[in-house]
């Protein structure tokens, strides 16, 4: 099959789940391509980017110039294209005023996306965030580009973006073929913003098992060791991480603690932590690369994933650190935010407190460290439990099948 991934920033070291898909999808045998608004320049990248070329795969779609001189010549340049490949009547259709408004008096969605003109017909189009499908729902409808249309939403996109904005996603529900949901949380979500329920599939982001080695059960470090990979945004919650870690050393229990991953509350939560005098037990070690969270996964004695519900709604879908500590055999303690509660069950699989509690989340390390003999058998089965239904050569498996299913009833 041919299909195309529609993506935002491209390659993002946090958005593993996509690369795992395309790479997944690409050695069962099928032409991927990659749309992508702005391929993004970092020296800490994913190996596989390099081992699959995936760049070399990547197109990437141009911007909307804000001049309105350019934004002619640009769109000057795509019809003649569109006239050349016998698609000119499809691309004078992206400049209807009466159905895209703004978008069409600014010839954004026929600048956006000239290079799927004249590009050969897809089997399958997969956007990878559900605002992105709004877009490729509007040029699919013009004739632009052609396929089964598939769009994943994964947390915010669903619990805050299609929520805030309903009317612009009822064409997407309407016509879209295939919608997966990373949990049952943001399922339902889409169901109740009016998304057919027999279009709905759960389809849960998935770890590389062969790249998670599984330590088992080992006697906690001195200090004890917490740390949390995640995007440095409001809702990874780690202002309370940080207030817990202030907690836990006021109450005698020494710790460190590590944070990597980098975003727009870096420095905002390293103002944080010299408030709470607690950089010496702090380390922000920033973006880093897969190598690196897996060593840290191995030197971590628990995992700190204190998610909490955004202001506007906003919610997690299934964080990839707690899968990926899950398969290592570290003990996790999270909240009930999102869905979360899908993927950790209190003293089974991990542990969870109530969001935005700070001292339970100190509490809860406490009690892990006092009675650290307990953890044995929620390690094992939190590594069962991501063999079972996390894995992801058997998820890219199941998404092979989906597509095969939409582009038959597509085609």
């Avoid at 017909?121 to 709004?134: T, Y």
């Avoid at 729902?137 to 309903?166: E, H, N, W």
Wanted: net charge neutral; proline share 4%; glycine share 8%.
């Amino acid at each position: 099959m041919r299909i195309a991934y529609f993506v935002d920033k491209f390659p993002l070291i946090s958005e593993t789940f996509v690369l795992g898909q395309v790479c997944g999808i690409i050695d069962q045998g099928h032409d991927v391509v990659i749309y992508a608004n702005r391929v993004v320049e970092s020296k800490v990248r994913h190996p596989i980017i390099d081992s699959y070329r995936l760049l070399d795969r990547t197109v990437v779609l141009p911007q909307v110039p804000r001049r309105f001189r350019d934004r002619l010549h640009f769109a000057f340049q795509a019809l003649n294209t569109a006239a050349a490949s016998g698609r000119l009547r499809a691309a004078l259709r992206c400049l209807n005023v009466f159905r895209f408004r703004r978008e069409a008096l600014r010839c954004s969605l026929l600048i956006r996306f000239a290079p799927l003109i004249g590009e050969e017909p897809f089997h399958v189009l997969h956007c990878q965030f559900g605002q992105l499908g709004v877009a490729v729902q509007s040029i699919r409808d013009c004739g632009i580009a052609d396929g089964a249309l598939v769009t994943s939403f994964r947390g915010t996109d669903a619990m805050k973006i299609a929520t805030r904005y309903p009317h612009q996603f009822a064409r997407l529900f309407e016509n879209g073929d295939r919608f997966l949901a990373v949990s049952r949380a943001i399922g339902q979500r889409l169901e109740d913003l009016g998304c057919p329920r027999d279009k709905i599939s759960i389809l849960r982001s998935g770890v590389d098992l062969t790249r998670f080695e599984y330590r088992g059960y080992s006697e906690p470090h001195d200090p004890i060791r917490l740390l949390t990979i995640a995007r440095l945004v409001p809702i990874k919650g780690i202002e309370f991480a940080l207030r817990a870690v202030r907690h836990l050393g006021n109450s005698g229990v020494d710790v460190e603690y590590r944070v990597l991953g980098d975003g727009p509350s870096a420095a905002a939560l390293a103002e944080l932590t010299k408030t709470l005098g607690i950089e010496e037990r702090v380390a922000f070690e920033g973006r880093v690369d897969s190598v690196r969270v897996r060593e840290a996964l191995q030197e971590a004695d628990i995992l700190l994933a204190p998610s909490i519900t955004g202001p506007g709604g906003e919610q997690e879908g299934l964080p990839n650190s707690l899968k990926e500590a899950m398969a290592t055999g570290i003990p996790s303690i999270t909240t009930n935010t999102g869905g979360i509660p899908e993927l950790i069950q209190e003293g089974q699989t991990g542990y969870i407190v109530d969001e935005k509690d700070a001292t339970a989340l100190a509490e809860k390390v406490t009690s892990l460290v006092r009675n650290w003999h307990s953890t044995r058998a929620e390690i094992d089965a939190a590594r069962r439990r991501i063999e079972s239904e996390y894995d992801l050569t058997s998820l890219n498996r199941d998404i092979e099948v989906i597509y095969r299913e939409v582009a038959r009833e597509f085609g």
